[in-house]
């Protein structure tokens, strides 16, 4: 139950982050990001299942290394995930914010037109 639980957390996550790269948010902050999540839905369903207890009870040895872990699969799979995306272009999120680099309140949208939509 355990493995099963594992590797399909881990491979919908992989889903996840290849959509967070095709709509623009890459590189390092995003896999930061992208790694918070991990961990997060990792404990959400090991303690919601029983087959696991709460962070803090751990070993700090066996806490080290679970983080780790979840640190090198969430910058691996985001390294594969942004490369992929990369191959496309910018995705719509990086469109838009190259429209005013300066963060400016007062910039819409992209048209539907510049999206990956219909």
């Not at 070993?59 to 594969?80: I, N, Q, W």
């Amino acid at each position: 139950m355990n493995w099963t639980m594992y590797f399909g957390q881990v491979a919908l996550l992989g889903v996840f982050r290849s959509m967070m790269a095709q709509a623009g948010p890459r590189g390092p902050v995003a896999s930061a990001t992208f790694t918070v999540v991990r961990l997060t839905n990792d404990q959400i369903l090991e303690n919601a299942t029983g087959i696991g207890t709460p962070p803090a009870s751990w070993p700090r040895s066996e806490l080290v290394v679970d983080l780790l872990h979840k640190a090198v699969y969430g910058f691996t799979t985001a390294a594969v995930a942004d490369a992929l995306a990369a191959r496309n272009g910018p995705g719509p999120g990086q469109r838009h914010a190259a429209v005013h680099a300066d963060h400016r309140s007062d910039v819409g949208p992209l048209p539907h037109k510049d999206t990956y939509g219909r």
